[in-house]
């Protein structure tokens, strides 16, 4: 034999030795970063149902879990108490003023509905008096108000959306927002990387050289959050000079003003607010602008008295940086205290296991269980769990209306003629455990007459669903509707 074939055979020989055991190397820490991550999900998760579909998923497909686990596995938000003991002395005063400059506005537990201790618990704020609420139907009146609002601020702007566009709209809000930074008003803005990920530099740099601050939430702060996309800042709030505020489902963009021909007529509501209650949302939009630049702008923190208005209102934060699952648990208390009516409005209609229960026992207690979802969806797996749900609620008197004329967005409930809520959070297990929301909780029944008006009109522009006629439906679209169904805690 040559030396070349000798040398041919020695080395052609443990190359491939070499490679399967690189390969077997890898395929052990797979399957021991599953069993690792399968252990973590058990002692973790959220929900039973959560644990058993993570480990399964984790422990048998670990090429595929392992990486998935690592970006969406996590439900809480980490080192977000951590970032405020930082400057714990300063940020606890600041609470304690604003709360002490809130109590004589503070209403009485007694004059509140049932659900008022549990919620301010939850929310750590009060239900306060002197109130006004406007509420703002679709778009254009959404828009016109908040930049009305934008071009009268003396002091300071506070403008946080979960997501931001380079589009018509985008450029008409930042050109409102220049504007005032030129006039020498304080612009803040924070937006949310995942939903505002198409937002150009030049929009930012345009807005930070004209005196803008602007800063992204940055979710992925601290190692142990490095990886993690699963937690959002799904928030859209406005304060212009302590005394005005806007919240509600709009993000800034085209499409909210029904510019987009797929889903147009965009349905979505957003409520403005006055009085002592725009402190609250004040302090829930500071809390995101420290986490994102730990840094405290000066901004006014007295209380003012909306003019002619003596509303109830308050502002109810939900994030996964609570031990409790204040979402979820708001919405059970708010269902279980209805004694006539819950009427829903959300695109996606996702509940977990608690809202459905306590869904169906409002039902056998005799309320008007209404639930409006959007007939034209914009995530299909999302839409098609949502029948599941909905057949699950069969036979209960529960009506279900789909939205027809466009893509309805708004998240809204009337509870009875008592209280109504405006805000971000969607029915899902995104909006009550991953993201970080907020609502407005309004106590009027003037305002619930308005609502209920609201109501019927998106009533009248859709169509009833009848359970029943989902027994027609083929087995593929049943198991489409399942397999989302499985899907749901990450949807």
């Known amino acids: 034999m040559s030396y070349f074939s000798k040398l041919e055979s020695k080395h052609g020989r443990t190359k491939p030795k070499r490679g399967r055991g690189l390969i077997a190397f890898f395929i052990t820490l797979f399957y021991l970063a599953g069993i690792a991550s399968a252990v973590h999900a058990v002692m973790t998760a959220r929900t039973a149902t959560g644990a058993v579909a993570w480990s399964v998923s984790l422990v048998s497909f670990p090429f595929i879990a392992v990486p998935a686990y690592l970006y969406l596995g996590r439900n809480k938000f980490e080192g977000y108490v951590d970032a405020f003991e930082e400057n714990a002395d300063e940020l606890d005063a600041l609470i304690a003023n604003f709360r002490n400059d809130l109590e004589p506005w503070n209403v009485d537990g007694n004059e509140g509905a049932s659900i008022y201790k549990a919620v301010s618990q939850l929310a750590e704020m009060d239900l306060t008096r002197g109130n006004s609420a406007e509420l703002l139907i679709n778009g254009n009146a959404t828009f016109d108000s908040i930049l009305a609002g934008v071009s009268q601020a003396k002091d300071y702007v506070l403008f946080q959306f979960y997501m931001i566009h380079d589009d018509s709209l985008g450029r008409r809000v ?18 949310d990387e995942i939903g505002s990920s198409g937002l150009t530099q030049s929009y930012i740099d345009e807005l930070t050289q004209a005196g803008v601050e602007v800063s992204s939430f940055k979710p992925t702060q601290g190692s142990r959050n490095r990886f993690q996309v699963n937690f959002r800042n799904h928030r859209k709030m406005v304060v212009v000079d302590g005394t005005s ?5 709009h993000n800034v963009g085209d ?38 630049t730990r840094s405290i702008p000066e901004l006014n923190w007295k209380p003012t008295a909306a003019p002619n208005a003596d509303l109830k209102a308050m502002i109810i934060p939900f994030s996964p940086t609570k031990r409790l699952e204040t979402a979820g648990l708001f919405f059970v208390s708010a269902l279980h205290s209805a004694k006539d009516r819950i009427w829903i409005s959300a695109p996606y209609f996702v509940p977990d296991e608690a809202v459905l229960k306590a869904l169906e026992l409002a039902a056998l207690r005799g309320v008007d269980v209404r639930i409006i979802t959007t007939g034209k969806p914009d995530s299909l797996p999302v839409y098609l769990a949502g029948f599941y749900y909905f057949n699950q609620l069969r036979d209960l008197g529960i009506k279900f209306y789909a939205y027809q004329p466009g893509f309805l967005h708004e ?52 169509i009833e669903l009848n359970p029943s006629d989902f027994d027609e439906k083929p087995f593929y679209w049943w198991f489409g509707v399942n397999l989302s169904r499985l899907a749901s805690p990450v949807l």
């Open 174 to 191: 930042q050109q409102a927002l220049i504007e005032r930074a030129k006039a020498g008003v304080r612009v803040y803005v924070l937006y």
């Open 245 to 249: 505020a806007w919240i509600g489902g």
């Open 255 to 292: 499409e909210y003003l029904g510019l987009d021909s797929e889903f147009s007529p965009w349905r979505d509501t957003h409520v403005k607010l006055q009085g002592p209650t725009v402190i609250q949302l004040q302090a829930v939009i500071v809390s995101d602008w420290y986490w994102a």
């Open 411 to 462: 998240k809204v409930m009337l509870v009875d003629n008592k209280y109504s809520t405006v805000g971000t959070p969607n029915f899902d297990n995104r909006s009550f455990r991953l993201n970080f929301e907020v609502t407005a909780l309004i106590m009027d029944q003037g305002f619930a007459q308005e609502m209920e008006k609201m109501f019927e009109d998106d009533f009248a522009h859709s």
